[in-house]
C-alpha cells in the first residue's frame, strides 16, 4: 500500500529584520534617478544613509555608482539594451553577491514566482536543486523521480556546460534559467563527475514536476515515509499520514530522506516533535548572540517509542540534516546511508516591491550536540553506498540494510 499527498496551498514564509540596506538601496535608487544628473554637473557627490554592517548609520559617497551608470547609458553602443529595471536588479544582484554566500542571493519577480512555485510542488524543468560550490554549478540534490533522477543527475555533480555554454561565469539565476524550461523540451548537460576522468553528457527532457511531500507505505510490519521536501504543507500532510500508519501497528519505521534537498526550517521541527519528547532539535545561532534560539519538539510525540532508521545520502541537506542530526545525537534512532551534502545554514525569504523577493541567510543551525555541519554533512553509523549499478537494477542496499537493522532489533 502506498500513499501520497501533494501540496496544494501556500503557507506564510516567516519574515525576519535583516534588509534595511537593501531597501534603502531601492529607496535611494528611485530618488537619486531624479536628481543625480544635475548633482554631477554640479560636482556634488550624490549621497545617502544607510545602516552600516555593525549597525550604525552611515553616509555613502554614491558617486562611484553614479558616474558608472552615467557613463552607460550614455556610451553603450546598443542604447536599446538598456532597460533600466533591469540595469537596477544588476546592481542589486551585485550587491548580495558581494557576500559571497551561495544562498543569498535576488531574485527578479519571475524567479520568485517560480521558487514559489517549486516550494508549492509545481513548476516545469529537470527536477533538480543547485547551488554555487566554490564557485562551481554543483548540484545538491535531484528530485525523487524527477527526469533529472531518471536521466542520471547526482548528488554533488558539477554542471560544466549547458547546451554547450560554459557555466563558469553564471549566477545561480542564470544557471537555474538557462536549464529550467517547457515541459517536453530537452537541455543537455555536461558535468563532472567525482571518480570520473571525463565530462559525462547528460541530455534530460524537460516535464512537469509535481513533488509529493509525503509518500509512505509498509514493507511487512515496518513502514517507510519517504519525506521529498520539507514545504508549505509538510506538516499537515505528515500528520496525517501518521495517523494513518499508526492503524498499521508498525513495528518499524524508516524515514526516507535521500534526495530530499531540505524546505522550511518549521517542517524539521516538526517531524522530530513526532518521534522525539522533551528534546532539544536544534540551536540557531543569529548574528547578534543575544537572539540565538534553542528550538525543542513541539507535538505529541506519537512515535517516540517505535524502533526508528533514518536513510540520508549526498543528496539530502538543510532541513532533512536536522532532523538526522536530531535523532542521531539524542540516540533515537539509527542513521543508514551515506554522508549528507553539508548545509548548516538559515535561510528567510523577504518579498519586496514589485513582486521580486530577497533569499538572505540569517543564522546557522547546529544539531543538538552543537555540531555544525556546513559543508562536512552528517556521517550516518552505518555507512553503506547505493552505486549507480544498483540503481540501473533496481537494487536498494541502503534500504535493505534499514529493514534488516530493524528486523535485528526486534522490530
Known amino acids: 500500500m502506498k500513499n501520497s499527498y501533494s501540496s496544494k496551498e501556500t503557507s506564510t514564509t516567516p519574515r525576519y529584520i535583516g534588509i534595511f540596506v537593501l531597501i534603502s538601496f531601492v529607496f535611494m535608487l528611485g530618488w537619486n534617478a531624479g536628481v543625480t544628473h544635475n548633482q554631477i554637473e554640479q560636482g556634488v557627490a550624490p549621497q545617502a544613509t544607510v545602516t552600516s554592517p555593525s549597525g550604525q548609520a552611515e553616509i555613502v559617497n554614491m558617486k562611484l555608482f553614479w558616474d558608472a551608470w552615467n557613463i552607460l547609458s550614455s556610451n553603450y553602443v546598443d542604447p536599446h539594451s538598456l532597460v533600466t529595471e533591469e540595469m537596477i536588479f544588476g546592481a542589486i544582484k551585485g550587491m548580495v553577491a558581494s557576500v559571497d554566500d551561495p544562498y543569498t542571493n535576488f531574485m527578479t519577480p519571475k524567479e520568485n514566482r517560480e521558487f514559489q512555485e517549486s516550494m508549492q510542488g509545481h513548476l516545469e524543468g529537470i527536477g533538480a536543486e543547485l547551488t554555487l560550490r566554490n564557485g562551481m554549478l554543483t548540484v545538491i540534490s535531484p528530485l525523487k523521480n524527477s527526469p533529472a533522477q531518471n536521466a542520471g543527475l ?8 549547458v547546451d554547450g555554454t560554459s557555466t563558469e561565469n553564471m549566477t545561480l539565476e542564470q544557471a537555474v534559467m538557462a536549464i529550467r524550461g517547457k515541459k517536453g523540451t530537452a537541455v543537455v548537460l555536461t558535468v563532472l563527475r567525482k571518480n ?19 509518500d509512505w507505505e509498509m514493507e511487512g510490519d515496518i513502514a517507510v515515509i519517504e519525506i521529498n521536501q520539507f514545504g508549505d504543507n509538510t506538516k499537515q500532510e505528515f500528520s496525517k499520514a501518521i495517523s494513518e500508519i499508526l492503524l498499521e501497528r508498525p513495528t518499524g519505521v524508516i524515514l526516507d530522506l535521500r534526495y530530499n534537498g531540505g ?3 518549521d517542517g524539521a521541527v516538526d517531524i522530530v516533535s513526532e518521534f522525539l519528547e522533551k528534546e532539544k532539535v536544534v540551536t540557531i545561532k543569529r548574528r547578534n548572540p543575544e537572539d540565538d534560539e534553542v528550538i525543542y519538539v513541539n507535538g505529541q510525540a506519537r512515535m517516540a517509542k517505535i524502533p526508528l532508521v533514518i536513510l540520508i545520502n549526498k543528496g539530502s541537506a538543510s532541513a532533512s540534516e536536522i ?25 528567510t525569504v523577504e518579498n519586496l516591491i514589485g513582486g521580486s523577493s530577497l533569499r538572505v541567510t540569517i543564522a546557522k ?35 535493505e540494510k534499514a529493514i534488516e537493522h530493524l528486523e535485528t532489533l526486534g522490530a
Do not use: C
Open 154 to 161: 547526482q548528488p554533488e555533480d558539477i554542471i560544466y556546460e
Open 196 to 214: 570520473y576522468n571525463e565530462p559525462i553528457t547528460i541530455r534530460i527532457v524537460r516535464d512537469m514536476i509535481n513533488i509529493n511531500s509525503i
Open 263 to 265: 524546505g522550511y526550517l
Open 323 to 347: 532532523v538526522a542530526g536530531a535523532v542521531q545525537d539524542h540516540n533515537r534512532g539509527t542513521v543508514i546511508g551515506e554522508e549528507s551534502f553539508g548545509k548548516g545554514t538559515v535561510q
Open 365 to 399: 543551525w547546529f544539531t543538538p550536540n552543537d555540531q555544525n555541519i556546513n559543508e562536512s554533512g552528517i556521517t550516518p553509523d552505518i555507512v553503506i553506498e547505493r552505486t549507480i549499478e544498483d540503481f540501473e537494477s533496481g537494487d536498494d542496499p541502503q534500504l
